[in-house]
C-alpha cells in the first residue's frame, strides 16, 4: 500500500516538474518571438532612448529653460522631448535603410537648417526667447568656430560642443549638424558631381585655414573692434554664399564646405580622434560609378585606387549604395561594417536630434 502511494506522489511530482518546464519554455519562446519583433527596431529604440535620456538630463538639470518650447508653454518642454526622441527614432528606420540614406540625410539636414535659421530671425526680430544668450549675439558662421575664441582669447560654448561632436562622432558635424553646411549640400544636390577632384583643393584649404587664424590673432593683436571685426566677418559669410551659389552650383560639389570653410579643414585633421571609419574592400572592380555620388570630393579616382576615400570624407553615407559589390564600408574596432554603420547613425542622429530642440546662438 505504502509504496504505492509513493509511486503516486513520484509521479505527480515529475508531471508537476514536466508541466513547468513546458511553461518555462512556453514563455521564453514568448519573449524569444516578442525580441525577435522588436529587432528591425532595435537601433531606432537606441536613438529614441539617447536623445530623450540626453534632453530629459538637459530639461531637468539646467536652470534656464533649454527646450525652447519650454520658454513659451511651462513643462511643453516634456512634450517636446517626447516629439523629438520620435522624430530620431523615426529618422533612423528611414537612414538604416542605405538606399534611402542620401534622400533622408538631405531631408532633415535642411530641415536643422531652417529650423536653425528661423530660430535666428525670431530671435533678431524682437523675440528673443529664441536665442541661447540675447545679450550675447554672435554671427552664424562656422568660420567664428575657430576664429572667435582666437580674437576674443577664451574658449566659449560653441567650440566644446563643436569638439564633443568630433569626439562621439568623428566628422559628423559637417554632413548632419552644421546649420551652414545644409545649404552648400541643397546646392550642391541638384545635380552630379563632376568626376574630375578639384584641382589645388588641399594648398586651398590650407591658405583659408591659415588666413582666419592670423587674421583673428591680428585683430587680436592689434585690438580691432569688434564691430569692425563683425563686418569683417560678414564679409566673409557673404563670399561663402557666393561660392555656394556659383561653384558649388555649377562643380554639384560642396565647394564651400570642402574648399573654403576653415572647419571643414579643421575637420578634416580631428576626425581621426574619432575611431569610425569608412573603406573600400578589396572586391571594387575600379568601375568610379561611387564617384558621382560624393559631393564632398572624397571619391576620384585616386582615393578608389588607395581603397579609402579621401580626407575630406564626412562618413554621411551617400556613396554606400553607388557600389554594385557593396564594396564601400563603414568600420569601427570589434564591430562588423554594418553594426559600425548603424552605431553611426544611432550616434549621429541623437546628437541631430537633441541639437533641434534646444534654443541656439
Ligand atoms: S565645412 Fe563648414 S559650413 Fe560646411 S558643414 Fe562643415 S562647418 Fe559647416
Ligand atoms: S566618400 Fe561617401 S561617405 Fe565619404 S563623404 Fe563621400 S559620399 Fe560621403
Ligand atoms: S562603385 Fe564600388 S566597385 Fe565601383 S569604384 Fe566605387 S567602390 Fe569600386
Not at 534611402?100 to 530660430?119: D, E, M, N, P
Not at 526667447?129 to 562656422?142: E, G, R, T
Not at 592689434?222 to 569683417?232: D, E, K, M, W
Request: glycine content about 4%; aromatic content about 14%.
Amino acid at each position: 500500500m505504502k509504496s504505492s502511494w509513493l509511486s503516486v506522489l513520484v509521479v505527480k511530482s515529475i508531471i508537476n516538474n514536466a508541466t513547468k518546464a513546458q511553461r518555462h519554455q512556453d514563455t521564453q519562446r514568448l519573449i524569444n518571438s516578442q525580441m525577435e519583433r522588436f529587432k528591425p527596431y532595435k537601433t531606432s529604440i537606441w536613438a529614441f532612448t539617447i536623445t530623450a535620456c540626453i534632453l530629459s538630463i538637459v530639461q531637468w538639470k539646467v536652470e534656464k529653460p533649454m527646450i525652447l518650447i519650454e520658454r513659451f508653454i511651462p513643462y511643453s518642454g516634456w512634450v517636446m522631448i517626447w516629439i523629438l526622441a520620435f522624430y530620431a527614432a523615426f529618422l533612423l528606420s528611414k537612414m538604416k535603410d542605405p538606399s534611402q540614406s542620401a534622400k533622408w540625410r538631405k531631408y532633415s539636414w535642411t530641415f536643422f537648417s531652417i529650423v536653425f535659421f528661423g530660430q535666428l530671425i525670431l530671435g533678431v526680430s524682437g523675440y528673443e526667447k529664441f536665442l541661447m544668450q540675447a545679450d550675447k549675439l554672435h554671427l552664424p558662421l562656422p568660420a567664428l568656430i575657430i576664429g572667435g575664441p582666437i580674437y576674443r582669447g577664451h574658449i566659449s560654448f560653441m567650440p566644446i560642443l563643436f569638439i564633443s561632436t568630433v569626439i562621439l562622432a568623428g566628422p559628423a558635424w559637417c554632413s548632419h549638424l552644421c546649420y551652414f553646411g545644409a545649404i552648400d549640400n541643397l546646392v550642391a544636390s541638384t545635380g552630379k558631381p563632376v568626376r574630375k577632384g578639384i584641382k589645388l583643393l588641399w594648398p586651398l584649404k590650407h591658405t583659408f585655414l591659415f588666413l582666419v587664424i592670423v587674421s583673428a590673432l591680428l585683430f587680436r593683436f592689434y585690438n580691432i573692434p569688434v564691430s569692425l571685426v563683425t563686418a569683417l566677418a560678414a564679409l566673409f559669410g557673404i563670399a561663402g554664399l557666393l561660392i555656394i551659389l556659383t561653384i558649388s552650383k555649377n562643380v554639384n560639389k560642396m565647394f564651400h564646405c570642402v574648399v573654403y570653410c576653415p572647419v571643414g579643414t579643421l575637420i578634416s585633421y580631428i576626425k581621426y580622434i574619432n575611431p569610425f571609419r569608412l573603406y573600400i574592400d578589396n572586391n571594387c572592380t575600379e568601375c568610379n560609378a561611387c564617384t558621382k555620388t560624393c559631393y564632398y570630393d572624397a571619391l576620384n579616382t585616386e582615393h578608389i585606387k588607395a581603397r579609402k576615400p579621401g580626407q575630406s570624407c564626412t562618413l554621411c553615407g551617400d556613396c554606400i549604395t553607388s557600389c554594385h559589390v557593396f564594396s564601400i564600408k563603414y568600420k569601427f574596432p570589434g564591430l562588423n561594417p554594418k553594426q559600425a554603420r548603424n552605431l553611426w547613425l544611432i550616434i549621429t542622429i541623437s546628437i541631430h536630434a537633441v541639437f533641434l530642440g534646444l534654443a541656439r546662438l
